[in-house]
């Protein structure tokens, strides 16, 4: 049954930097199988970082880079399943003579930002390349405002993740609560989360 509690997170020395512990997406990597190979879609730009850290463990990152490509994806413009769905290849870059064997999919914040009418095509899509257990990590915001643009997102030692967000300015949150999030993200339901001091809520979806 799905849980949520409370963490805190600290703000380091530069104003566009947070340092925030992030017990879910270290409770998923703490329980990878050294023995197992694993794949993961982080949709964030490329982290030192992260890379650094993922790389004590037997896997491989596709690395998509598609805040800003899926951010922009409208029906309007993309009016027919077939251009969605060249549209969510062209950003995701998973193909299906390639077929990817996803155990993790790192979305950050990115959820906050999408079109809701993008959420059935995005979901089917990763559909494809996913299987039974696995794992979709999240952050949403639950204030009024939030960024204009998503941030980046690093993983550190001391389960820590370094997020950076240079935005200038904010814009309206849609504040999707858990019952508003499982909808869009069906067949994946919150499994659990964690509402964070920064104002964000961990989630942690499963099938």
């Known amino acids: 049954m799905p849980f949520a509690r409370k963490v805190n997170a600290s703000i380091t020395p530069s104003e566009n930097s947070l340092l925030s512990k992030s017990p879910l997406l270290f409770d998923v990597l703490d329980k990878i199988d050294p023995e197992k190979r694993y794949e993961i879609l982080d949709t964030g730009p490329a ?4 890379l650094e850290f993922l790389s004590q463990y037997w896997c491989k990152i596709h690395i998509s880079d598609s805040r800003n490509s ?4 409208n029906t309007e413009k993309l ?6 769905n060249r549209a969510l290849v062209k950003s995701l870059m998973l193909y299906k003579n390639k077929k990817s064997n996803l155990d993790c999919l790192f979305f950050w914040d990115l959820l906050n930002y999408l079109q809701p009418d993008i959420f059935p095509a995005l979901i089917d899509y990763l559909l494809t390349h996913t299987h039974q257990n696995t794992v979709l990590h999240c952050y949403l915001y639950t204030s ?3 960024p204009e643009s998503p941030g980046r997102y690093h993983i550190l030692e ?4 370094r997020i950076e967000n240079n935005s200038p300015v904010t814009r309206k949150c849609p504040t999707y609560y858990q019952g508003a999030l499982n909808k869009l993200t069906y067949p994946f339901k919150a499994k659990r989360s964690i509402l964070h001091s920064n104002g964000m809520q961990e989630y942690l979806l499963t099938r």
């Open 144 to 146: 009024s405002l939030m």
């Open 47 to 50: 982290s030192s970082d992260s």
């Open 70 to 73: 899926l951010c922009e994806l």
């Open 79 to 84: 009016d027919t399943p077939y251009k969605l």
């Open 158 to 161: 001391n389960k820590q993740v």
